[in-house]
């Protein structure tokens, strides 16, 4: 017996005439990622004792083995495809809302299933499928449900390779064992009604959805064949079926032909994944229906009949009714009746048809969803007089148009406004297995941040979905199960492309269509996602539009160049209605709305994906839709993605959530956590960036008119409704304490249009004179105040409950300014002691009453901060450069081009000795130290003014300036010195190559072996090269050059060696010494053999040539980048857990991803201010923070510290954050997946508080995770300097003891004194 260890899942495997191999149920302890568990292999080789098989007893059931891997066939002997809807044996049935379940022509199948698993492809035990075999020792799987969350097999992620080797239509894994390729087979016994059974009722067999293929036989007869793995397949089982038991049996395969079509940016699962169930229908029965119903009132019915076995010369008309459908179903007031005349086309098959014009319609949009119930009924057999009902079918009926006119997509001829998400079917404990009320929650958590369109990626989702939608409004765009990204764009390699392909292409998306045709919320089709374009998706577009001109159809692939560009508008082929780019520029799509907005020809713009929101993502998207609002041929997009596909796991006991790389063993292939994107977390909490695309994309917009006066202008942005719905108010917040409020005049302004609006309750100017004092002794006037709007619904509606907050604004109202003074004015007079300076050889001590700081003399950092004795200090405050790295920062390789900044701060050069100028006279002692930071030249300036007010840090950023030394991790290019023209050397793909250099040249990171990052280069050192040589959807493609291992001159290869091992040595043509910026360099072998880099005859080569310009470099360095954070940090000790802060908030915000914080005060626990995303990275930021109270424990002689901004400096509001945990915790190193806490449910929290206080942080870009940078203006540029300042303000609880608690740290903070413009600080 041979086990093999799947993390704590165990497949065991016996070696029996050969190598056959059999899986049995996991027997793991419940955890994932578990290492060997000698207790779990014993048990699973006691059970495999009872269910061991020999080979000659474990093969194919069939000899139809050959379509598995047949890429032409897509199914056999299943029904053919028809809308979705059931046929109830009743009028009353129908109308009910307790659906097909309380159906007597109905029977649920769903449940635990007899089941045994094999690693192999098509290998299950012979004879399965027979009444009479034995399942006793089998075990069982539930349904629906996947295999690898349930005992069977590992969770495989990948986004853009297969996990199996490119080779269509065959299938050969990846990893280790490339027969791995499971096979599940199933067995149910069921019984049915007797009635069933007695010849009048046909009995068909569901399978909502199965991955990746399936066979199925029925008491040992072979019903047939099926692939795709996101439509339901349906078989008539009556001939087939017996009185009493009944065995059905399924073969199912894992990765079959078809999943060359199924290469969707998501989990690799297998199973059964929706529900499964047996129904029945009379002989002659409705087969299929199509409803349209149009703007204009008109009501289209057409009809498929199945005639069966029976004659009856006259064939009665289909009855058709019309009922409006309230919040509880179906209103009794009937619309409207009419009848579908029906006409036999055969002896089996009739049609009917009917077109009404219903007068007075209610039409359907996403902000009104106006739904109507149609029933159709089919008369039963009989004379015209005793006629009863053979079966009724309902139908949801949404009037409504869309059409393509003059450059718009209009719907009911109104110009369409997409804010949308592309959705996957997750469930973070069932995978693919979604319900009823995963899927409800989805669409009310995406109607209350302001969504209203889904493009439901990459496949057809389950059908309650499209119902859901339907009911309360959500746009769809509804995709096939087409994406065959692992084959690449080019017409050579795309499946779109060849022949043979074209069935299996044409069949997904048919069934597709027919199925969910009569849904109103599906406004588009879309071919496919990234499957290239070709014959196959030029068919499938003509057929659609043939079969379905309601409707729009969108491809994003339908464009002439292979892929698309993040800047530039690409040549758009003829198979899409609308052009639909992935992941444009904000830039990219001005330019199109400059150049199209007057167009009537040219298509309008939708993005199919975009604001790609890995991590902390999501920033510049208010630029997008500032760019949105301006031309009207944007029409919105769809934001990537709405969940992160994470799975529920356990480790060392904490819960967290698991993606690619967490499952199986090391040759598992896996794209780690790039299925970690969405708006919310895997069990829908939102993240932060939903906040921000909830108001980014608010549908009422406000605009100060005249504030003083309390004027502003409300702009409607839906596209149908008024504003009566919403109620509007105002408040009125001094230093973030609301301070007076009221209700706005009633607003009904009309979809599109705009109304300017008075708010006449404000209170009188100057606010001192009209508002009780705030607190302490000062007048309100010197009080920060701000205006905020808000509209809310005032009743529910839908999912949207009364008193939801749909969209708000707030300004700062100017004009009441404080005071500014000097630090010493502001002390004298309080005046006591002058603060006593202490020097020792290790540190200087200043005591200023209570308090006392210590300096040290070796780093210039404040190392002790006490008061009345309490230590508060766990940590030095120093320079912080760095930010823990995000997912967009990984995908641009900042954490490779910035790594100089990582230890900058804690790697400080002490350029003078502290100055001490004591503060006899003033009550202010002043220390003053200049740190060189890293390798760059760079200086802070930093200025520790010590008084009884506090310790006020005052600092000054000065970046180097050019010409210094080059550094380890420089980006560089290197440019030979023999051309003519100047060729410097690139990499593209596995291949070095001499590039001319036609604008900027390709970068090269040199680092230096055994020296960090940031390290002077010097001539000797010996360095790794290393150049990006390409990007993916999921990475950027990191290769490092080195010789050929050959003699004499030889190509030079990419690898994909790391950055620390180096492959040549570095030599400066001027001899020893510091390598700088445009010296001519040497790249040496230092493998011995003396083989240099050279360009010679237009190749990258190492030679062992003589030296002469071929091998000669002029070592350009690129201009230097800024660090991501500008800033200090601290640690404080144990015992703070409580933080209060003025500023934005509640949650999270950054330079780049802010305005759905508004500014106020706001309180909560230390602990909860981390964000914890599902790996760990740079979080909890609050962006113009005024001040931040980190409060101790109740009995503490010190209640807290106060960190305010000090007023008065170039920007008075900085950036703070606080954590219970060390910022390494989230920080990853140069390679992602060896990050050392790789997942937030793995943060522990620890007794100490680290803060930080920055003037600058970078954006956190969000274009795409792939290599895009934030935009311009939210980088810090290299040549940007800094002055600020804060407070460290210890405090007691006496200080802020008041009979309005909340305001008593605003009004210490408003102690503070306000300061001028700080003199010049450094050297």
Same mark, same amino acid.
């Given at each position: 017996?041979?086990?093999?260890?799947?993390?704590?899942?165990? @497949?065991?495997?016996?070696?029996?005439?050969?190598?056959?191999?059999? =899986?049995?149920?996991?027997?793991?302890?419940?955890?994932?990622?578990?290492?060997?568990?000698?207790?779990?292999?014993?048990?699973?080789?006691?059970?495999?004792?009872?269910?061991?098989?020999?080979?000659?007893?474990?093969?194919?059931?069939?000899?139809?083995?050959?379509?598995?891997?047949?890429?032409?066939?897509?199914?056999?002997?299943?029904?053919?495809?028809?809308?979705?809807?059931?046929?109830?044996?009743?009028?009353?049935?129908?109308?009910?809302?307790?659906?097909?379940?309380?159906?007597?022509?109905?029977?649920?199948?769903?449940?635990?299933?007899?089941?045994?698993?094999?690693?192999?492809? &098509?290998?299950?035990?012979?004879?399965?499928?027979?009444?009479?075999?034995?399942?006793?020792?089998?075990?069982?799987?539930?349904?629906?449900?996947?295999?690898?969350?349930?005992?069977?097999?590992?969770?495989?992620?990948?986004?853009?390779?297969?996990?199996?080797?490119?080779?269509?239509?065959?299938?050969?894994?990846?990893?280790?064992?490339?027969?791995?390729?499971?096979?599940?087979?199933?067995? @149910?016994?069921?019984?049915?009604?007797?009635?069933?059974?007695?010849?009048?009722?046909?009995?068909?067999?569901?399978?909502?959805?199965?991955?990746?293929?399936?066979?199925?036989?029925?008491?040992?007869?072979?019903?047939?064949?099926?692939? %795709?793995?996101?439509?339901?397949?349906?078989?008539?089982?009556?001939?087939?079926?017996?009185?009493?038991?009944?065995?059905?049996?399924?073969?199912?395969?894992?990765?079959?032909?078809?999943?060359?079509?199924?290469?969707?940016?998501?989990?690799?699962?297998?199973?059964?994944?929706?529900?499964?169930?047996?129904?029945?229908?009379?002989?002659?029965?409705?087969?299929?229906?199509?409803?349209?119903?149009?703007?204009?009132?008109?009501?289209?019915?057409? #009809?498929?009949?199945?005639?069966? %076995?029976?004659?009856?010369?006259?064939?009665?008309?289909?009855?058709?009714?019309?009922?409006?459908?309230?919040?509880?179903?179906?209103? #009794?007031?009937?619309?409207?009746?009419?009848?579908?005349?029906?006409?036999?086309?055969?002896?089996?098959?009739?049609?009917?048809?009917?077109?009404?014009?219903?007068?007075?319609?209610?039409?359907?949009?996403?902000?009104?969803?106006?739904?109507?119930?149609?029933?159709?009924?089919?008369?039963?057999?009989?004379?015209?007089?005793?006629?009863?009902?053979?079966?009724?079918?309902?139908?949801?009926?949404?009037?409504?148009?869309?059409?393509?006119?003059?450059?718009?997509?209009?719907?009911?001829?109104?110009?369409?406004?997409?804010?949308?998400?592309?959705?996957?079917?997750?469930?973070?404990?069932?995978?693919?297995?979604? =319900?009823?009320?995963?899927?409800?929650?989805?669409?009310?958590?995406?109607?209350?941040?302001?969504?209203?369109?889904?493009?439901?990626?990459?496949?057809?989702?389950?059908?309650?979905?499209?119902?859901?939608?339907?009911?309360?409004?959500?746009?769809?765009?509804?995709?096939?199960?087409?994406?065959?990204?692992?084959?690449?764009?080019?017409?050579?390699?795309?499946?779109?492309?060849?022949?043979?392909?074209?069935?299996?292409?044409?069949?997904?998306?048919?069934?597709?269509?027919?199925?969910?045709?009569?849904?109103?919320?599906?406004?588009?089709?879309?071919?496919?996602?990234?499957?290239?374009?070709?014959?196959?998706?030029? #068919?499938?577009?003509?057929?659609?539009?043939?079969?379905?001109?309601?409707?729009?159809?969108?491809?994003?692939?339908?464009?002439?160049?292979?892929?698309?560009?993040?800047?530039?508008?690409?040549?758009?082929?003829?198979?899409?209605?609308?052009? &639909?780019?992935?992941?444009?520029?904000?830039?990219?799509?001005?330019?199109?709305?400059?150049?199209?907005?007057?167009?009537?020809?040219?298509?309008?713009?939708?993005?199919?994906?975009?604001?790609?929101?890995?991590?902390?993502?999501?920033?510049?998207?208010?630029?997008?839709?500032?760019?949105?609002?301006?031309?009207?041929?944007?029409?919105?997009?769809?934001?990537?993605?709405?969940?992160?596909?994470?799975?529920?796991?356990?480790?060392?006991?904490?819960?967290?959530?698991?993606?690619?790389?967490?499952?199986?063993?090391?040759?598992?292939?896996? %794209?780690?956590?790039?299925?970690?994107?969405?708006?919310?977390?895997?069990?829908?909490?939102?993240?932060?960036?939903?906040?921000?695309?909830?108001?980014?994309?608010?549908?009422?917009?406000? /605009?100060?008119?005249?504030?003083?006066?309390?004027?502003? @202008?409300?702009?409607?942005?839906?596209?149908?409704?008024?504003?009566?719905?919403?109620?509007?108010?105002?408040?009125?917040?001094?230093?973030?304490?609301?301070?007076?409020?009221?209700?706005?005049?009633?607003?009904?302004?009309?979809?599109?249009?705009?109304?300017?609006?008075?708010?006449?309750?404000?209170?009188?100017?100057?606010?001192?004179?009209?508002?009780?004092?705030?607190?302490?002794?000062?007048?309100?006037?010197?009080?920060?105040?701000?205006?905020?709007?808000?509209?809310?619904?005032?009743?529910?509606?839908?999912?949207?409950?009364? =008193?939801?907050?749909?969209?708000?604004?707030?300004?700062?109202?100017?004009?009441?300014? !404080?005071?500014?003074?000097?630090?010493?004015?502001?002390?004298?007079?309080?005046?006591?002691?002058?603060?006593?300076?202490?020097?020792?050889?290790?540190?200087?001590?200043?005591?200023?009453?209570?308090?006392?700081?210590?300096?040290?003399?070796?780093?210039?950092?404040?190392?002790?901060?006490?008061?009345?004795?309490?230590?508060?200090?766990?940590? !030095?405050?120093?320079?912080?450069?760095?930010?823990?790295?995000?997912?967009?920062?990984?995908?641009?390789?900042?954490?490779?081009?910035?790594?100089?900044?990582?230890?900058?701060?804690?790697?400080?050069?002490?350029?003078?000795?502290?100055?001490?100028?004591?503060?006899?006279?003033?009550?202010?002692?002043?220390?003053?130290?200049?740190?060189?930071?890293?390798?760059?030249?760079?200086?802070?300036?930093?200025?520790?003014?010590?008084?009884?007010?506090?310790?006020?840090?005052?600092?000054?950023?000065?970046?180097?300036?050019?010409?210094?030394?080059?550094?380890s991790g420089n980006v560089a290019s290197l440019m030979c010195k023999a051309t003519a023209t100047n060729v410097a050397v690139g990499v593209t793909g596995e291949v070095v190559g001499a590039t001319p250099n036609k604008g900027a040249p390709q970068r090269i990171v040199v680092s230096a072996e055994g020296f960090p990052a940031g390290s002077p280069l010097r001539h000797g050192y010996r360095v790794a090269l290393q150049a990006t040589a390409g990007q993916t959807e999921s990475e950027l493609l990191i290769r490092g050059l080195i010789p050929g291992v050959q003699a004499g001159r030889v190509p030079v290869e990419a690898s994909g060696l790391p950055a620390d091992k180096a492959a040549w040595t570095i030599l400066r043509v001027l001899g020893d010494g510091e390598v700088l910026p445009n010296d001519e360099v040497i790249f040496e072998a230092i493998d011995g053999s003396g083989r240099c880099l050279a360009i010679v005859d237009g190749a990258v080569v190492a030679t062992d040539g003589p030296r002469d310009h071929s091998n000669i470099f002029v070592f350009q360095v690129s201009e230097p980048m800024a660090p991501p954070r500008i800033g200090f940090r601290g640690t404080l000790t144990k015992g703070f857990t409580q933080v209060e802060w003025f500023g934005r908030g509640p949650h999270e915000s950054y330079v780049d991803r802010y305005v759905s914080a508004r500014v106020a005060r706001f309180e909560g626990e230390i602990l909860d201010q981390t964000f914890k995303y599902?790996?760990?990275?740079?979080?909890?930021?609050?962006?113009?923070?005024?001040?931040?109270?980190?409060?101790?424990?109740?009995?503490?002689? &010190?209640?807290?510290?106060?960190?305010?901004?000090?007023?008065?400096?170039?920007?008075?509001?900085?950036?703070?954050?606080?954590?219970?945990?060390?910022?390494?915790?989230?920080?990853?190193?140069?390679?992602?997946?060896?990050? @050392?806490?790789?997942?937030?449910?793995?943060?522990?929290?620890?007794?100490?508080? %680290?803060?930080?206080?920055?003037?600058?942080?970078?954006?956190?870009?969000?274009?795409?995770?792939?290599?895009?940078?934030?935009?311009?203006?939210?980088?810090?540029?290299?040549?940007?300097?800094?002055?600020?300042?804060?407070?460290?303000? !210890?405090?007691?609880? /006496?200080?802020?003891?008041?009979?309005?608690?909340?305001?008593?740290?605003?009004?210490?903070?408003?102690?503070? !004194?306000?300061?001028?413009?700080?003199?010049?600080?450094?050297?």
């Open positions: 017996l041979k086990c093999l260890w799947f993390n704590n899942r165990v @497949r065991c495997a016996q070696d029996v005439s050969g190598s056959s191999r059999f =899986g049995l149920a996991g027997c793991g302890s419940g955890s994932m990622f578990g290492c060997w568990n000698v207790k779990a292999v014993q048990q699973a080789v006691e059970v495999l004792k009872d269910d061991v098989v020999s080979r000659s007893s474990l093969g194919a059931a069939e000899d139809r083995d050959g379509e598995w891997f047949d890429s032409t066939a897509v199914g056999r002997g299943r029904e053919a495809a028809r809308a979705s809807f059931f046929a109830y044996e009743s009028g009353e049935r129908a109308t009910s809302i307790a659906g097909p379940r309380s159906s007597s022509r109905f029977v649920d199948l769903n449940g635990r299933w007899k089941f045994a698993w094999s690693p192999l492809s &098509c290998k299950v035990p012979v004879g399965f499928q027979e009444p009479s075999f034995n399942d006793a020792a089998w075990g069982e799987m539930p349904v629906p449900g996947n295999w690898e969350l349930n005992g069977h097999g590992f969770p495989i992620y990948k986004n853009i390779k297969y996990c199996f080797e490119k080779n269509p239509p065959f299938i050969k894994y990846a990893g280790a064992d490339p027969e791995y390729n499971p096979t599940g087979a199933y067995r @149910r016994i069921f019984e049915l009604p007797p009635q069933w059974l007695e010849g009048k009722l046909e009995v068909f067999f569901h399978i909502g959805a199965v991955c990746c293929g399936c066979k199925v036989w029925i008491n040992g007869a072979e019903l047939g064949f099926s692939t %795709d793995s996101k439509l339901p397949t349906e078989f008539n089982i009556t001939t087939h079926l017996r009185k009493g038991k009944n065995v059905i049996a399924m073969q199912v395969l894992c990765w079959s032909a078809g999943a060359y079509l199924e290469d969707q940016d998501m989990w690799w699962f297998a199973g059964i994944t929706r529900d499964v169930y047996a129904y029945a229908r009379p002989k002659r029965h409705i087969r299929d229906i199509q409803v349209r119903a149009g703007a204009d009132g008109m009501l289209q019915i057409d #009809a498929e009949l199945s005639l069966g %076995d029976l004659r009856e010369p006259v064939l009665g008309p289909l009855v058709c009714e019309l009922f409006p459908r309230g919040q509880e179903g179906i209103v #009794a007031q009937r619309a409207c009746s009419f009848q579908a005349l029906v006409t036999a086309r055969t002896d089996k098959v009739a049609v009917a048809s009917a077109s009404f014009q219903c007068s007075g319609v209610r039409l359907w949009n996403a902000e009104e969803p106006n739904l109507y119930t149609l029933i159709v009924t089919l008369p039963a057999e009989g004379s015209a007089v005793d006629r009863g009902v053979a079966e009724v079918v309902r139908v949801s009926v949404g009037f409504r148009t869309v059409e393509l006119r003059q450059g718009r997509v209009l719907l009911n001829g109104q110009e369409l406004t997409i804010r949308g998400v592309n959705r996957h079917e997750h469930d973070a404990q069932t995978g693919h297995v979604v =319900g009823r009320e995963a899927m409800l929650q989805d669409i009310k958590l995406m109607k209350a941040h302001n969504f209203n369109a889904v493009r439901c990626s990459h496949y057809p989702n389950d059908p309650m979905w499209y119902e859901l939608c339907d009911e309360h409004g959500l746009y769809l765009v509804a995709e096939a199960n087409i994406e065959s990204h692992g084959m690449g764009f080019q017409l050579d390699e795309t499946l779109a492309g060849k022949e043979e392909w074209r069935e299996a292409h044409l069949a997904r998306m048919q069934r597709h269509v027919e199925r969910d045709k009569n849904h109103p919320s599906i406004l588009f089709w879309s071919l496919a996602n990234e499957a290239g374009n070709g014959v196959n998706m030029y #068919a499938t577009y003509m057929w659609i539009k043939h079969r379905d001109p309601t409707r729009l159809v969108q491809y994003e692939n339908a464009r002439r160049d292979p892929g698309w560009k993040t800047n530039d508008i690409e040549r758009i082929d003829s198979n899409t209605d609308v052009y &639909c780019p992935m992941y444009p520029s904000q830039a990219k799509l001005a330019k199109y709305g400059e150049l199209y907005e007057g167009s009537t020809s040219a298509l309008p713009l939708i993005m199919c994906e975009y604001a790609h929101s890995m991590g902390n993502s999501v920033g510049g998207f208010k630029e997008y839709w500032d760019v949105i609002n301006k031309y009207h041929v944007l029409q919105g997009g769809y934001i990537w993605d709405w969940i992160d596909q994470g799975i529920a796991t356990k480790v060392n006991g904490k819960d967290i959530w698991a993606y690619g790389g967490d499952f199986g063993g090391p040759d598992t292939p896996s %794209d780690y956590n790039f299925c970690i994107n969405g708006l919310v977390q895997p069990d829908r909490t939102p993240n932060p960036a939903l906040h921000e695309a909830k108001k980014v994309m608010q549908p009422v917009a406000f /605009e100060a008119v005249d504030l003083r006066n309390g004027r502003i @202008r409300v702009l409607n942005r839906y596209n149908f409704r008024s504003l009566a719905h919403l109620a509007f108010s105002w408040s009125l917040t001094a230093d973030g304490v609301e301070v007076a409020q009221g209700a706005m005049p009633f607003v009904d302004v009309a979809a599109g249009a705009a109304a300017d609006v008075e708010i006449t309750s404000l209170p009188a100017r100057p606010f001192g004179a009209n508002l009780p004092l705030i607190a302490g002794s000062q007048a309100p006037n010197s009080c920060e105040y701000h205006l905020l709007v808000s509209a809310r619904w005032r009743e529910a509606h839908g999912c949207i409950p009364g =008193g939801h907050e749909e969209a708000w604004e707030q300004w700062p109202l100017e004009g009441d300014q !404080p005071q500014v003074m000097a630090l010493s004015t502001a002390l004298s007079a309080n005046a006591g002691e002058a603060p006593k300076v202490t020097n020792s050889d290790a540190s200087v001590l200043v005591a200023a009453g209570q308090l006392l700081v210590t300096i040290d003399h070796s780093s210039g950092f404040l190392t002790s901060l006490k008061l009345g004795g309490q230590e508060m200090m766990a940590g !030095p405050l120093q320079p912080n450069f760095w930010r823990p790295t995000t997912d967009n920062d990984y995908g641009a390789c900042l954490q490779r081009d910035l790594a100089c900044w990582r230890e900058a701060g804690r790697n400080t050069v002490l350029l003078q000795k502290v100055e001490v100028e004591p503060g006899s006279a003033t009550g202010v002692v002043q220390l003053k130290v200049v740190l060189r930071i890293g390798a760059t030249g760079s200086q802070l300036a930093v200025r520790y003014e010590v008084s009884t007010a506090g310790v006020r840090v005052c600092a000054k950023w000065q970046p180097a300036t050019p010409g210094m030394a080059a550094a599902v790996r760990p990275q740079e979080n909890g930021n609050k962006l113009d923070t005024r001040w931040m109270a980190l409060k101790c424990q109740s009995g503490a002689p &010190c209640a807290g510290l106060l960190v305010a901004s000090s007023a008065g400096v170039t920007d008075a509001c900085l950036s703070m954050q606080c954590h219970r945990y060390p910022l390494e915790d989230f920080d990853g190193p140069a390679i992602k997946t060896q990050q @050392r806490i790789s997942h937030g449910g793995e943060l522990r929290a620890r007794d100490e508080t %680290d803060f930080c206080v920055d003037v600058a942080q970078m954006g956190l870009g969000g274009i795409n995770s792939w290599g895009e940078k934030p935009l311009p203006q939210h980088m810090i540029a290299h040549d940007q300097s800094f002055e600020w300042a804060f407070w460290l303000r !210890p405090f007691t609880t /006496e200080e802020t003891r008041s009979d309005r608690p909340a305001l008593a740290l605003a009004a210490l903070a408003r102690s503070l !004194p306000r300061l001028p413009p700080s003199p010049a600080i450094g050297a």
